[in-house]
């Protein structure tokens, strides 16, 4: 599976747009790009994954680039629950590990 | 669904003593992961069961580890002996179906500290 390149920390200011980029230059024709946070303590969450098209669910939207080699995760109006670690994932539909990275570590402030 | 459960939610044992962690997925899961994650080396896939059957147990650290799963809706991580490097979160997760874009579905984990 593809590695991916998070920055290790971020701070977002309440009830604006977080916006966590991933960069994963080596992906595969494919692979999906997936996304998981992790709130302290806890075990991680899933939030969304895609293939080529932007995604968007109730928790967050994914922007995939045409390249395919970033991607970006949007929270539109973060709230200090959305304080966590966020993993950006890279995984074949043939295959069943994930492999977690260290992530982005975002920090909502009030 | 009450989702994935896992007991105990703490353990503290003292070196060289058995423990056992256990999993209950969710019911119609078919695949069975369990994590471990420690600040030095972050999540680790230990093994990974399908229909009851251990498919990749590569991460198993060493022999002192073991993990069963005798059905559907239970599984147990035993560690024998425990050392005090074994202080760890142990997740458990669970999936509809392995190859297809399902996602995982994790448990609340157990901290076991090993003193």
């Known amino acids: 599976d593809a590695k991916t390149t998070q920055p290790p920390s971020m701070d977002c200011a309440e009830g604006r747009a977080a916006n966590l980029p991933c960069n994963h230059s080596?992906?595969?024709?494919?692979?999906?790009v997936y996304w998981y946070r992790q709130i302290h303590s806890q075990g991680p969450q899933y939030i969304i994954h895609g293939l080529k098209n932007n995604e968007t669910n109730e928790m967050a939207s994914l922007i995939i680039t045409e390249d395919r080699k970033s991607s970006t995760l949007i929270l539109p109006h973060a709230t200090l629950r959305d304080t966590a670690v966020y993993y950006c994932?890279?995984?074949?539909?043939?295959?069943?590990?994930?492999?977690f990275g260290t992530g982005t570590r975002l920090k909502v402030l009030a | 669904d009450a989702g994935v459960i896992q007991s105990p939610r703490h353990e503290v044992t003292e070196m060289g003593q058995e423990v056992t962690l256990r999993c209950k997925p969710i019911s119609g899961h078919n695949s069975l992961f369990w994590y471990r994650q420690t600040m030095m080396r972050g999540l680790e896939l230990l093994i990974y069961f399908n229909n009851n059957v251990p498919i990749d147990d590569s991460g198993m650290p060493e022999d002192r580890f073991s993990a069963k799963m005798p059905n559907a809706s239970f599984s147990t991580l035993k560690i024998q002996p425990s050392e005090p490097r074994d202080s760890a979160v142990y997740f458990c997760?669970?999936?509809?179906?392995?190859?297809?874009?399902?996602?995982?579905?994790f448990g609340p984990g157990t901290r076991l500290t090993v003193l």
């Open positions: 080596t992906i595969s024709g494919n692979e999906y």
């Open positions: 994932i890279v995984r074949s539909p043939g295959t069943y590990k994930y492999i």
């Open positions: 997760a669970s999936s509809s179906e392995v190859g297809l874009e399902n996602e995982q579905f």
